[in-house]
């Protein structure tokens, strides 16, 4: 069920009123038809949620798309012109480096970087973000970037929830309980929901969830008999925590934030998107 300032909406209408793309309409539609409630106070909200949940897609498509390579932390490595690389196999931004300047560089030149998929995961959130508030916010919020496993800045305001209702954009896992120990980076894998049935795993490739399953079950241990499976779950960035600093609203001082995160209604954007 979706309901935008107390009021139920129609996905349909949603999509015409706001032009929304085949991701953005996928999200509205699957909230509607959940029978988990999806609850927005104003309409400025879920347009950010839909345009982030946009780029979270766009994002790992990019990060496929550039070459970046497979790797455990013992062999993971980074472009030594922006990042540090950590005794752990992570990633710290370089002095003098902006946020911004080294999450995209992991996108434009992608086959000097090797990693594990947690690390992939967020370096996804951050690109999104970055894609989706203003520059000058993004570098003072992720100043010391550290790119280890599920390390992350608090900024990013992450949440995991029990859920079935799984949305584009939303980060997934495939546990694989049998896995082989000698591949322990095959235990399972995080992915991102690409929407129309597609995820996105670092080192499993952009597969539907019968594919990704069998995926895994390949890494079992010998006389295996549980197979990999989707856990109920998803991972989702802190939408309302990032709101006030969406790129298409003008600045606010600072210290107004906590008050546009909750308290702030927009008026309504005519009467169609509606249902009743």
Same mark, same amino acid.
């Given at each position: 069920?979706?309901?935008?300032?107390?009021?139920?909406?129609?996905?349909?209408?949603?999509?015409?009123?706001?032009g929304?793309?085949?991701?953005q309409?996928?999200?509205?539609?699957?909230?509607?038809?959940?029978?988990?409630?999806?609850?927005y106070?104003?309409? *400025?909200l879920?347009?950010? #949620?839909?345009?982030?949940?946009?780029?979270?897609?766009?994002?790992?498509?990019?990060?496929?798309?550039?070459?970046?390579?497979?790797?455990?932390? #013992?062999?993971?490595?980074?472009?030594?012109?922006?990042?540090?690389?950590?005794?752990l196999?992570?990633?710290?931004?370089?002095?003098g480096v902006?946020?911004?300047?080294?999450?995209n560089?992991?996108?434009?030149?992608?086959?000097?970087y090797?990693?594990?998929?947690?690390?992939a995961?967020?370096?996804?959130?951050?690109?999104?973000?970055?894609?989706?508030?203003?520059?000058e916010?993004?570098?003072?919020?992720?100043? =010391?970037?550290?790119?280890?496993?599920?390390?992350?800045?608090? =900024?990013l305001?992450?949440?995991?929830?029990?859920?079935?209702?799984?949305?584009?954009?939303?980060?997934?896992?495939?546990?694989?309980?049998?896995?082989?120990? =000698?591949?322990?980076?095959?235990? *399972?894998?995080?992915?991102? =929901?690409?929407?129309?049935?597609?995820?996105?795993?670092?080192?499993?490739?952009?597969?539907?969830? #019968?594919s990704?399953?069998?995926?895994?079950?390949?890494?079992?241990?010998?006389?295996?008999?549980?197979?990999?499976?989707?856990?109920?779950?998803?991972?989702?960035?802190?939408?309302?925590?990032?709101?006030?600093?969406?790129?298409?609203?003008?600045?606010?001082?600072?210290?107004?934030?906590?008050?546009?995160?909750?308290?702030?209604?927009t008026a309504?954007? *005519?009467?169609?998107?509606?249902?009743?």
């Amino acid at each position: 069920m979706l309901i935008i300032s107390g009021r139920r909406a129609n996905p349909d209408v949603l999509a015409m009123e706001w032009g929304l793309n085949p991701v953005q309409r996928e999200v509205v539609e699957r909230m509607a038809e959940s029978q988990e409630e999806f609850s927005y106070p104003s309409p *400025g909200l879920l347009q950010f #949620e839909l345009k982030m949940r946009d780029h979270l897609v766009r994002s790992a498509r990019a990060l496929y798309a550039s070459g970046i390579a497979f790797s455990t932390f #013992e062999q993971s490595r980074a472009n030594e012109a922006y990042w540090e690389r950590t005794e752990l196999g992570g990633f710290r931004l370089r002095p003098g480096v902006l946020p911004s300047q080294g999450i995209n560089n992991i996108f434009q030149e992608g086959r000097k970087y090797a990693t594990e998929c947690a690390t992939a995961m967020v370096a996804i959130l951050y690109h999104a973000v970055l894609q989706s508030i203003r520059r000058e916010d993004f570098e003072r919020l992720f100043a =010391d970037i550290l790119l280890y496993d599920w390390r992350y800045d608090q =900024d990013l305001d992450l949440q995991t929830v029990r859920t079935t209702t799984f949305l584009p954009g939303d980060i997934l896992y495939f546990a694989n309980p049998d896995h082989n120990p =000698d591949k322990p980076q095959w235990q *399972g894998e995080n992915a991102v =929901d690409l929407g129309r049935g597609l995820y996105y795993g670092h080192g499993a490739g952009i597969r539907n969830a #019968e594919s990704m399953i069998a995926f895994l079950n390949e890494q079992r241990r010998p006389g295996a008999t549980r197979s990999a499976y989707l856990v109920p779950q998803a991972t989702r960035p802190g939408f309302a925590y990032l709101f006030p600093y969406d790129n298409r609203r003008p600045q606010v001082r600072f210290e107004q934030r906590a008050a546009d995160m909750g308290s702030r209604i927009t008026a309504q954007i *005519g009467s169609l998107y509606w249902e009743w």
